[in-house]
């Protein structure tokens, strides 16, 4: 035995002994929860009040959770539109103790979204715990987009930014609605460190549904997925606030005497300075991201409502570069590049929107909405940086003197980048929208109209030396390595709209949902009508009620928005038409115990076969589309997912995704090419868990890794894109204390009002792995291109304090 495994052994056997030792003093409660009409409620929350403990219900209502014995336990039963419950119990050592609840509609929240929830038949769409985003280790402070780069299907090489790819789709092809308002992002951004904060305040969530593909007609014209959250409506006054070294936040929210006005809001602050010290290219940042935002709800009568939701964000990004030093190679050759800057870069986006939705709810089984909206976006990106770099060979025989020294100069030479960019629009539109549920049916209809108002402004160049010349190379004057110089203007109207049907079909062996829809788009800007039919079904056979069978598919077609117009040169193509996606989706999900707790298997195959596809290529989180060229291509692969409580009380789970995507473009005789987001292999795991015997110490671990990605030199021909960049590896973890807790209040007068405050270490990037998410490319004196790594953040430490009041 080698001298490492006695310990090893020793160790496991005293960690088993320990989680025994707690399971022991562990109880079980199990029973159904169901609503005013006796039906089952699934995916109800189950929760111990001040404990990291709890679970959800089955398709069948029913739920079971170890529980800690011989203590007097608050539990709390909940679901979105129903009013929440407390209970409290205390249980026996190993007792089994029963507890069925009913469940009552909330007052005033006879929506959309409860004559929606009548029905199973949710096809491809998963729903989150919002809680889960705010106790993630993130880099990103994207709550919400860091939770849902765990899921299958879903990848992110990049954890400075909260956009991702979705089975071979890219950024631009997810739909994100914040109660029924889809939400844009700024344009321009061209790195992770730009971004700033994501539209989404996790602190006003209430619910998250998301859907990789194969989504209803009810959703929008784009290709590969939807994130679909809503925004809480409150109950009482209460709020939270936050603080770290990556920024802070507040929120507040309250319902006044009268019940008839509710309002949540928050402000946030980011600031990255901290984990961009860690990049290689060295220098005064100063980045500055701020977010305001509130929706306010006001009920008229029982049945009739006005919301307002109201954004305003703006992102500062000056940076002054000075140096920059990156080793790179193999084990047998290893290069380094050494650049000293001038100049800087300053950028702005300031964004703002505005959305008033007027809610007519007659009856439980009829909805009517009208919807107004309105997004500006202003964004500047302006910098000038002069680089000098040299690239060298290094020393590689550790034995000699000069190990690790330069011994071969590969090049010299020097680039100037300048831009003036500048881009204002405006989107405004009006929507009706409604819901009517008898009882086997579920309509649900839309008819929106948008208009858009573009202006983009685009002068770019590039001058690139090396060794005495310039690139490209002329023995007769200076050329510019690249530029662009463009006064793009777009005035646009797009139509749009749905019709679809819920339909529970009354069968004798389980109980089958077939949901049909069919979308309509029309843009005046290229007249085309656009037609997506799509269906779902779900099937629970009543033999076999852990079982839930999926197929969903249908046609899914994305009308340029304004950047997949444009080619290299920044001309608009007109002749552009809609992006086209074929898909089909076939899914089960299989319910199972596991050391008599609840798991469940998620599992998708996916097709998708797409036509008229625009080539682009990606710099960073940068897509730069071929507007001037067109591809057939196709997207194939497996997802699974497993989740449950791998510790007592706490769910966790793993995703593992296998995806192929190819594309080949039209004209270019060089047949099928991998398209820039094929993954193969995509892991990810969301792990919880607690000290045994005193759940106040807590912990939460994610967990990445994605295969290599297909990279090729500058300004190329999209057959060149072959390199692979090395794979993605990050693990983020996080440990917390409760400090304090409604059972556990400080008895000072200044710290009452506090109901709960923790404090928080994360560590991030915990292996300290260097991840690639570009490259630079620079010149040998032999003309040769070498690609010189843009590596992201390395590990760092991030303190956090949370208060709740």
């Given at each position: 035995?080698?001298?490492?495994?006695?310990?090893?052994?020793?160790?496991?056997?005293?960690?088993?002994?320990?989680?025994l030792?707690?399971?022991?003093?562990?109880?079980?409660?199990?029973?159904?929860?169901?609503?005013?009409?006796g039906?089952?409620?699934?995916?109800?929350?189950?929760?111990?009040?001040?404990?990291?403990?709890?679970?959800?219900?089955?398709?069948?209502?029913?739920?079971l959770?170890?529980?800690?014995?011989?203590?007097?336990?608050?539990?709390?039963?909940?679901?979105?539109?129903?009013?929440?419950?407390?209970k409290?119990?205390?249980?026996k050592?190993?007792?089994?103790?029963?507890?069925?609840?009913?469940?009552?509609?909330?007052?005033?929240?006879?929506?959309?979204?409860?004559?929606?929830?009548?029905?199973?038949?949710?096809?491809t769409?998963?729903r989150?715990?919002?809680?889960?985003a705010?106790?993630?280790?993130?880099?990103?402070?994207?709550?919400?987009?860091?939770?849902?780069?765990t899921?299958?299907?879903?990848?992110?090489?990049?954890?400075?930014s909260?956009?991702?790819?979705?089975?071979?789709?890219?950024?631009?092809?997810n739909?994100?609605?914040?109660?029924?308002?889809?939400?844009?992002?700024?344009?321009?951004?061209?790195?992770?460190?730009?971004?700033?904060?994501?539209?989404?305040?996790?602190?006003?969530?209430?619910?998250?549904?998301?859907?990789?593909?194969?989504?209803?007609?009810?959703?929008?014209?784009?290709?590969?997925?939807?994130?679909?959250?809503?925004?809480?409506?409150?109950?009482?006054?209460?709020?939270?606030?936050?603080?770290?070294?990556?920024?802070?936040?507040?929120?507040?929210?309250?319902?006044s005497?009268?019940?008839?006005?509710?309002?949540?809001?928050?402000?946030?602050?980011?600031?990255?300075?901290?984990?961009?010290?860690?990049?290689?290219?060295?220098?005064d940042?100063?980045?500055?991201?701020?977010?305001?935002?509130t929706?306010?709800?006001?009920?008229?009568?029982?049945?009739?409502?006005?919301?307002?939701?109201?954004n305003?964000?703006?992102?500062?990004?000056?940076?002054?570069?000075?140096?920059?030093?990156?080793?790179?190679?193999?084990?047998?050759?290893?290069?380094?590049?050494?650049?000293?800057?001038?100049?800087?870069?300053?950028?702005?986006?300031a964004?703002?929107?505005?959305?008033?939705s007027?809610?007519?709810?007659?009856?439980?089984?009829?909805?009517?909405?009208?919807?107004?909206?309105?997004?500006?976006?202003?964004?500047?990106?302006?910098?000038?940086i002069?680089?000098?770099?040299?690239?060298?060979?290094?020393?590689?025989?550790?034995?000699?003197?000069?190990?690790?020294?330069?011994?071969?100069?590969?090049?010299?030479?020097?680039?100037?980048?300048h831009?003036?960019?500048?881009?204002?629009?405006?989107?405004?539109?009006?929507?009706?929208?409604?819901?009517?549920?008898s009882?086997?049916?579920?309509?649900?209809?839309?008819?929106?109209?948008?208009?858009?108002?573009?202006?983009?402004?685009?002068?770019?160049?590039?001058?690139?030396?090396?060794?005495?010349?310039?690139?490209?190379?002329?023995?007769?004057?200076?050329?510019?390595?690249?530029?662009?110089?463009?006064?793009?203007?777009?005035?646009?109207?797009?139509?749009?709209?749905?019709?679809?049907?819920?339909?529970?079909?009354?069968?004798?062996?389980?109980?089958?949902?077939?949901?049909?829809?069919?979308?309509?788009?029309?843009?005046?800007?290229?007249?085309?009508?656009?037609?997506?039919?799509?269906?779902?079904?779900?099937?629970?056979?009543?033999?076999?009620?852990?079982?839930?069978?999926?197929?969903?598919?249908?046609?899914?077609?994305?009308?340029?928005?304004?950047?997949?117009?444009?080619?290299?040169d920044?001309?608009?193509?007109?002749?552009?038409?809609?992006?086209?996606?074929?898909?089909?989706?076939?899914?089960?999900?299989?319910?199972?115990?596991a050391?008599?707790?609840?798991?469940?298997?998620?599992?998708?195959?996916?097709?998708?076969?797409?036509?008229?596809?625009?080539?682009?290529?990606?710099?960073?989180?940068?897509?730069?589309?071929?507007?001037?060229?067109?591809?057939?291509?196709?997207?194939?692969?497996f997802?699974?997912?497993?989740?449950?409580?791998?510790?007592?009380?706490?769910?966790?789970?793993?995703?593992?995704?296998?995806?192929?995507?190819?594309?080949?473009?039209?004209?270019?005789g060089?047949?099928?090419?991998?398209?820039?987001?094929?993954?193969?292999?995509?892991?990810?795991?969301?792990?919880?868990?607690?000290?045994?015997?005193?759940?106040?110490?807590?912990?939460?671990?994610?967990?990445?890794?994605?295969?290599?990605?297909?990279?090729?030199?500058?300004?190329?021909?999209?057959?060149?894109?072959?390199?692979?960049?090395?794979?993605?590896?990050?693990?983020?973890?996080?440990?917390?204390?409760?400090?304090?807790?409604?059972?556990?209040?400080?008895?000072?007068?200044?710290?009452?009002?506090?109901?709960?405050?923790?404090?928080?270490?994360?560590v991030?990037?915990?292996?300290?792995?260097?991840?690639?998410?570009?490259?630079?490319?620079?010149?040998?004196?032999?003309?040769?291109?070498?690609?010189?790594?843009?590596?992201?953040?390395?590990?760092?430490?991030?303190?956090?304090l949370?208060?709740?009041?």
């Open positions: 035995m080698k001298p490492g495994k006695p310990i090893l052994l020793l160790l496991a056997s005293l960690l088993f002994s320990i989680q030792v707690a399971q022991r003093n562990n109880a079980t409660l199990w029973g159904k929860v169901t609503g005013e009409n039906q089952a409620i699934e995916l109800a929350n189950i929760a111990i009040k001040n404990y990291p403990l709890g679970t959800v219900t089955d398709s069948k209502g029913n739920y959770l170890r529980i800690p014995a011989e203590k007097e336990l608050t539990l709390i039963f909940s679901f979105m539109g129903y009013q929440a419950i407390e409290v119990v205390q249980a050592q190993e007792e089994r103790l029963e507890l069925n609840i009913q469940l009552r509609i909330q007052p005033n929240t006879i929506d959309e979204v409860q004559v929606s929830r009548r029905k199973n038949g949710h096809g769409m998963t989150l715990d919002p809680a889960f705010n106790q993630l280790p993130d880099a990103s402070s994207s709550g919400i987009e860091t939770l849902i780069k899921l299958p299907g879903v990848s992110s090489n990049n954890e400075l909260s956009q991702y790819s979705v089975r071979g789709g890219n950024f631009d092809e739909l994100v609605y914040v109660n029924d308002i889809e939400i844009y992002r700024p344009f321009l951004v061209r790195s992770g460190q730009q971004e700033g904060l994501s539209f989404i305040n996790p602190d006003m969530v209430s619910a998250i549904e998301f859907s990789a593909g194969g989504f209803d007609a009810r959703y929008g014209d784009k290709m590969a997925s939807v994130l679909d959250i809503k925004y809480r409506k409150p109950l009482a006054f209460s709020g939270s606030a936050s603080g770290s070294l990556l920024g802070g936040s507040l929120h507040v929210e309250d319902l005497k009268n019940k008839k006005l509710s309002y949540t809001g928050g402000v946030r602050y980011k600031t990255n300075r901290y984990l961009l010290g860690s990049l290689d290219e060295k220098g940042y100063n980045p500055d991201f701020i977010d305001i935002q929706y306010i709800t006001y009920h008229f009568t029982d049945h009739f409502d006005l919301s307002f939701l109201w305003l964000a703006t992102n500062n990004y000056h940076f002054k570069p000075e140096t920059r030093a990156t080793s790179f190679g193999t084990f047998q050759t290893v290069y380094n590049t050494k650049i000293y800057f001038d100049g800087q870069e300053k950028d702005r986006f964004t703002t929107l505005g959305a008033l007027a809610n007519y709810h007659p009856s439980s089984k009829l909805n009517l909405k009208l919807i107004a909206s309105a997004f500006r976006t202003k964004e500047e990106v302006n910098y000038d002069l680089g000098r770099y040299y690239l060298n060979e290094l020393e590689q025989d550790m034995a000699s003197e000069s190990a690790g020294d330069s011994v071969l100069n590969l090049g010299i030479g020097s680039f100037l980048n831009a003036r960019n500048k881009l204002s629009a405006r989107v405004v539109s009006f929507a009706h929208k409604g819901a009517y549920s009882s086997n049916h579920l309509l649900n209809w839309e008819i929106k109209a948008q208009l858009e108002n573009i202006d983009d402004r685009v002068n770019e160049w590039e001058i690139r030396d090396s060794t005495g010349y310039s690139l490209p190379y002329s023995d007769e004057k200076v050329e510019l390595f690249r530029v662009v110089n463009t006064n793009n203007q777009m005035n646009n109207l797009r139509l749009s709209g749905h019709l679809q049907d819920t339909y529970a079909v009354p069968i004798k062996n389980g109980e089958l949902y077939l949901t049909g829809g069919l979308r309509f788009n029309y843009w005046n800007y290229t007249n085309e009508w656009l037609l997506s039919p799509r269906f779902s079904a779900s099937y629970y056979p009543k033999e076999q009620s852990r079982l839930v069978f999926r197929l969903a598919g249908g046609s899914y077609q994305q009308p340029a928005l304004f950047k997949e117009l444009k080619d290299r920044g001309n608009i193509n007109p002749r552009i038409k809609a992006q086209k996606s074929t898909q089909l989706v076939l899914g089960t999900d299989y319910l199972f115990r050391w008599d707790r609840p798991f469940k298997l998620s599992s998708e195959v996916f097709y998708k076969y797409f036509s008229h596809l625009i080539p682009y290529q990606v710099d960073n989180v940068q897509i730069r589309y071929l507007g001037d060229q067109e591809a057939t291509g196709y997207a194939a692969g997802d699974f997912k497993v989740n449950g409580e791998f510790v007592s009380g706490v769910e966790s789970w793993v995703s593992v995704s296998l995806l192929q995507t190819q594309e080949d473009i039209i004209g270019d060089y047949g099928w090419i991998p398209r820039p987001t094929d993954q193969t292999l995509n892991l990810s795991l969301f792990f919880q868990d607690y000290f045994p015997g005193n759940p106040s110490y807590k912990m939460h671990l994610a967990a990445f890794y994605g295969s290599r990605l297909p990279v090729g030199p500058p300004n190329s021909e999209r057959h060149q894109d072959t390199f692979r960049m090395p794979p993605y590896r990050r693990i983020d973890i996080g440990f917390s204390k409760i400090i304090i807790s409604p059972q556990n209040r400080s008895a000072a007068k200044l710290l009452a009002p506090i109901k709960d405050l923790w404090l928080s270490l994360e991030l990037n915990l292996l300290g792995v260097r991840n690639t998410v570009s490259y630079f490319w620079v010149s040998s004196n032999s003309g040769d291109l070498f690609a010189v790594p843009n590596y992201l953040t390395d590990r760092k430490l991030n303190v956090k949370t208060v709740k009041f």
